[in-house]
């Protein structure tokens, strides 16, 4: 079974609570990606992006503290193989 390299997740800093967390995906180079899944470090979806409807992005809510995400890419035949966190990006 093929599967793809998971992408590497760009997450901007936010400076209060009440502005989401903007987290930006860089795609990968693999035909049948449908979807993107963006995910904490337990392993919890926090967003769901579609790879056909460019920007990659999603916004979350998130309480003050610090957070790191994971991005992993689904295909037909499962999920790929997920990669390193993101940096970590601090809401206060």
Same mark, same amino acid.
């Given at each position: *079974?093929? @599967?793809?390299?998971? =992408? $590497?997740?760009? &997450?901007?800093?936010? !400076? ?11 795609? &990968?180079? /693999?035909? #049948? &990606? $449908?979807?993107?899944? &963006?995910? #904490? ?5 926090? %967003? #769901?992006? +579609?790879? !056909?409807?460019? =920007?990659?992005? %999603?916004?979350? @809510? @998130? +309480?003050?503290?610090? /957070? @790191? ?7 037909? $035949?499962?999920?790929?193989? !997920?990669?390193? *966190? !993101? ?6």
């Amino acid at each position: *079974m093929l @599967r793809a390299d998971a =992408p $590497q997740a760009k &997450v901007l800093k936010t !400076s209060t609570n009440k502005k989401p967390v903007r987290i930006r995906l860089s795609p &990968v180079d /693999y035909p #049948t &990606v $449908q979807r993107y899944r &963006v995910t #904490t470090p337990k392993g919890k979806t926090v %967003c #769901t992006v +579609d790879a !056909s409807a460019p =920007p990659l992005q %999603c916004r979350v @809510r @998130r +309480d003050e503290g610090w /957070y @790191r995400f994971r991005v992993v890419a689904a295909t037909p $035949q499962d999920d790929a193989v !997920s990669l390193r *966190m !993101s940096v970590a990006v601090r809401v206060k």
